[in-house]
């Protein structure tokens, strides 16, 4: 029907834009949200679907059964403001099928796809349209009249995808649903009683969910590397932080202080009703021994200190300067994460500045001897007389990436004490002319 | 009136009170100079304090802040003889470009011993900078600041006291703080002979200020010409300015 059609007979009509890949985020964080209820939670990949697929194998009990767990849902969903139909059954095609206009249970019992599909439409079998389309042409108007259509000539006739479809209903052929998050090895989970919003509370039930993580972390010998937080709210919608360690870190009570800083951000809207901590990076934490000195403490104050920092900053801006295996002077330190080993290299013998700039600073030097130092040059519009200058020191880059000519470095000193490292890109008396640059200072 | 058994007890009394008495610190690091720790009514550069180090003299145009590599090479040197003295790791903060690594190990600074963190804003500076003084593992903190305000200064001078663990501010703006010592560090001509090149690292270095001192009429505490000697890694006094004339004998033997 057309926009004027519909607005014809009912004039007050609200028309919003199609918003595809709107839609899609909605349901991806549904899906997020839905991993509440299970893990395997996935928004439909079908390209002309929209739902939601929850492998709930195993966890309708929690919510006190299948028909529960669906009034829950349909619940939650129906506050946040949106209409959904939802089915359980044996299969993910016969859920589908049944979610739409099943009359009854919205629950399939066991094995009871077959007779419950066979008076369906076909469309309910997740068919492109063109095919259903055809398949009426042929007659063939509910799911049940293909059940006694020879495969061969199924196949002959549309292909793979017809049989298939049925068969994945009718649990002939596996689907799995895979989830849209992998379900991490080690988590937690809580679901209040009542939905909690005060701040106090909601730390205290992260202290008490992270005890619990430390316990079967540390059953395991694992520390935490990242850590997720996610609130659950009532209106369908979820609310998550995440925080990182500088390395693996089981106690709870550097975790909460690092979560500390980032709990108001875990707003809780008209209440959260369930929370999960989940530990998105492990890494081996072998079982302390404690009360022995004072060196642990003091590390464990180290480490504190490098994982608020970094959580604030970003672990990206905190770092060590280590060697590595290079004459080039830029490319001779490489900033490593600051709990790394350090390599077993040595540094540079020869004299190095104190600051290299990231890039050379072109300046105007007067060399009138070529190979050698220059005897004044103007930087920064200052000039400077040289009055000292150790020998050159030739730098090429390496042979597999030489890109760049190689560069004469001159260490000199200016006639007021001040010391500089400059170099000559190029030979004199070559094409392009020689340009000179200053890369550094000395104390 | 005014004796000097009076003066000196009205003296010691207001070091008692600014709490940055010999007994009031919780220690202090010897820079290994003695005439440089002899200034210094610690005996070195007192733990739990602040320290600033300022570029001195006419070095100190506008632009030239960081690219001075004398009062960074200065700052250097004091944390990695309190990072050695500690055994502790070290923190260094800066907004612009890191200092080099080599340098800084050739001047007794081991980067196996140091974090860099590099804030994004300037506010952060003062946030990390204050989060490492409240932290015991650390044998100092060294901030590249350009402008800290009283209040600030004052925070922080708590946060040291509290911890016991030092900061150097390498001031590349105007100074003004409530520093217990403040340094002004230039660059000096090397000494020895220009035909063998460059010398020596040598610096002039003026201590500025310094609480429970008093300064002279050139307004600074005492000054020294400072080499840094490359293979014992410490410091050392440099010897007199040398006379740029070229001594007779030279000159016969040249001609």
Known sequence: MSVADALAVRPGLALAADDEAADRALLDRLADWCSRYTPWAAADPWPHGFGLWLDVSGCAHLFGGEEALLRHLGGRLRRGGLSARAAVADTPGAAWAWAPGGSGSPCLPPRGQRDALAPLPMAALRLEPATVATLHGLGLRCVGDLYGVPRAGLAARFGRGVAQRLDQALGHETEP????????????????????????????????????????????????????????????????????????????????????????????????????????????????????????????DFARLLDSLGNRLGFDRIMRLAPQQSHVPERAVVPLPPAAPMPALAWPQRRRPVRLFSRPEPVEAMAPVPDSPPVMFRWRNRTHRVVRADAAERIADEWWRRTAPERDYYVVEDDSGRR???????????????????HGVFP | MSSPAELSRLRARIVALEGVGADAVPGAVALGLPELDAALPWGGLALGCLHEVTVA???????????????????????????????????????????????????????????????????????????????????????????VDLTAARRLQLAARASGVPAVLLNHGPSGGTAVTRWGVESSPSRGDPALGVGRWCWHVELLRCRGRGVDDQGRVAAWEVEWDEQARGLRLAAPAADRAIAPGRLRAAG
């Open chain 1, 177 to 300: 649903i895979s989830p849209r998050r992998p379900p991490p090895d080690h988590g937690v989970h809580a679901a209040f009683a009542e939905p909690i919003a005060r701040p106090e509370d909601i730390a205290e039930a992260v202290r008490r969910l992270l005890e619990r993580l430390s316990g079967q972390l540390e059953a395991d010998g694992l520390g935490l590397r990242r850590l997720e937080v996610t609130a659950f709210r009532v209106d369908a919608t979820w609310r998550a932080i995440a925080i990182g360690t500088s390395r693996p870190v089981r106690a709870p009570a550097h975790l909460l202080r690092l979560l500390a800083e980032d709990l108001p951000a875990l707003d809780p809207g008209f209440g959260i009703e369930a929370m999960r901590l989940a530990a998105l990076e492990v890494a081996p934490l072998p079982p302390e021994q404690t009360g022995l000195g004072a060196g642990t403490a003091r590390s464990d």
């Open chain 1, 420 to 438: 500089f490292w400059l170099f000559r890109e190029g030979l004199y008396g070559a094409d392009p002319p020689p340009r000179w640059y200053l």
């Open chain 2, 57 to 147: 003299g006419s070095g100190s145009g506008p632009g030239s802040g960081p690219a001075d590599g004398a009062a960074t090479a200065f700052s250097a040197v004091l944390l990695g003889r309190l990072a050695a003295g500690a055994g502790k790791p070290a923190l260094w903060i800066s907004r612009g470009d890191m200092p080099y690594a080599p340098g800084l190990a050739a001047l007794g600074l081991s980067p196996e011993r140091l974090v860099m963190v590099q804030p994004h804003r300037a506010a952060q500076c003062l946030w990390v900078l204050e989060e490492g003084l409240r932290c015991r593992a650390l044998a100092g903190v060294l901030a590249e600041v350009r402008d």
